[in-house]
């Protein structure tokens, strides 16, 4: 027989940690924002992403790409650090018990909270070796300046560390299609390193469908 | 605070309230301590209640595993919490956002549609038994919205998410 008192560990029944009303908090006088354990957040004006990606353009060039990629794959070693830490001590389980579909929810809403706007995986490939992620409502897609292949270099990025730490497998992420370009979402295709590099140059020229057909064809 | 209540309170700094407005407020305040006291009696029968429920649902669905069983009574117990909180200070807009926000895609993804069906017909039976009609009138809004919301969903039979 099932026992009510046993499913209320210390009396409560955690709910949805990243609840924006409640995750999100500052204080006006010190000008700080904070999230419900007091951590620091940090907001973000279009007027600092729009700077960022003319300053390392000017700066950089070309490799402005790469260096926005490695900053959110640093970044994202760290998001995933605080996101095990979060939902670990929340739910009160460590991050490996927590079922796919709570895991993937509080991804989902974390991601909200934070303002980065919608994710969601889509594991159609899966048995192929590659995960699809997609996001909507991305500010790094609609600030960043047109180009004729996908913009998300940062949160490419901060997605290959996101998931190399929870796989523990070194994996690569590109993206596959853009909302700067139209697309209805980004998409970010993941997977290892050495099986991921032809799609570099296919982003350029092809759109996500066409990639994954050409990534399934046998002998790839 | 409720939405209407929150406006009224911010339309103060500008005026004095109007006789209507200020009925509203007096309502309010006139409905704390049957509001308190339904609150208490949720929070000190929680248990009683939902055992008696999830006795009954067992007794009636012994083919369910209990796994499924206690994902659904645990969504249930944070239903009735944030309906209890609800109630107390009068505002439904927190049943969407801190429950059905989190709990709706849970329930859809694990299907869990035909147990909370009966799970919430037995706890509304036995809320009725345990809360005076008064208090069932101030529960009864937001449960309604919260039950109505999460059986109403479509279910989608190979866990698809939003």
């Given at each position: ?9 210390n009396?409560r ?8 009303d ?5 204080d ?5 924002l ?5 951590d ?8 600092l992403?729009?700077a960022?990606?003319?300053g390392?353009?000017?700066e950089?060039?070309?490799?402005s ?11 994202g ?9 979060q ?6 389980t460590?991050l ?15 991601w909200?909270?934070?303002?980065w706007?919608?994710i ?8 192929r ?6 996001t909507?409502?991305?500010a790094f897609a609609?600030?960043?300046?047109s ?9 490419a990025?901060a ?8 796989t ?13 370009m ?8 993941l ?16 759109d ?5 057909q ?7 | 605070?409720?939405p209407?209540l ?8 500008n005026?004095?309230?109007k006789v209507e407005?200020l009925?509203?407020i007096s ?6 301590p ?9 929070r000190?029968?929680e248990l ?9 649902l067992?007794?009636a ?5 209990e ?10 117990l ?8 609800s ?11 801190r429950f ?6 849970l ?5 869990t ?7 919430y017909r ?12 008064k ?14 919301a ?13």
């Amino acid at each position: 027989m099932i026992s009510v008192a046993d499913l209320l560990t210390n009396n409560r029944i955690p709910g949805n940690f990243y609840a924006p009303d409640v995750y999100v908090r500052g204080d006006l006088e010190v000008g700080l924002l904070e999230n419900r354990q007091g951590d620091r957040l940090l907001a973000v004006p279009e007027t600092l992403i729009q700077a960022i990606y003319s300053g390392l353009d000017k700066e950089t060039g070309q490799a402005s790409r790469l260096v926005l990629f490695n900053c959110g794959k640093w970044w994202g070693k760290s998001f995933y650090t605080r996101f095990c830490e979060q939902i670990s001590g929340y739910y009160g389980t460590p991050l490996a018990d927590v079922a796919m579909i709570e895991f993937l929810q509080a991804l989902q809403a974390c991601w909200i909270a934070h303002g980065w706007g919608k994710i969601d995986l889509d594991q159609t490939y899966q048995q192929r070796g590659f995960l699809i992620v997609k996001t909507w409502n991305s500010a790094f897609a609609r600030l960043a300046p047109s180009q004729n292949q996908p913009v998300c270099y940062l949160e490419a990025g901060a997605l290959t560390s996101f998931f190399s730490r929870l796989t523990g497998r070194e994996l690569h992420c590109v993206q596959t299609s853009c909302e700067s370009m139209g697309a209805d979402c980004n998409r970010f295709l993941l997977g290892l390193p050495q099986r991921l590099e032809p799609v570099e140059t296919m982003v350029t020229h092809l759109d996500h469908d066409a990639i994954m057909q050409q990534m399934c064809q046998p002998g790839l | 605070m409720h939405p209407q209540l929150a406006s009224i309170f911010d339309q103060a700094e500008n005026r004095y309230l109007k006789v209507e407005e200020l009925k509203l407020i007096s309502q309010y305040v006139a409905s704390m301590p049957e509001r308190l006291d339904t609150y208490r009696n949720l929070r000190d029968r929680e248990l009683e209640i939902m055992q008696a429920v999830v006795d009954q649902l067992q007794a009636a669905l012994p083919e369910e595993s209990e796994e499924n069983l206690e994902r659904c009574i645990k969504h249930a117990l944070l239903m009735l919490r944030y309906c209890a909180l609800s109630l107390l200070i009068n505002d439904e807009s927190l049943i969407q956002k801190r429950f059905l926000d989190w709990v709706g895609p849970l329930a859809q993804a694990y299907d869990t549609k035909t147990i909370d069906a009966k799970l919430y017909r037995l706890l509304n039976q036995q809320l009725a038994k345990m809360l005076t009609a008064k208090q069932m009138g101030y529960l009864s809004p937001g449960l309604a919205l919260a039950q109505e919301a999460l059986l109403s969903q479509s279910m989608n039979p190979a866990g698809g998410r939003r």
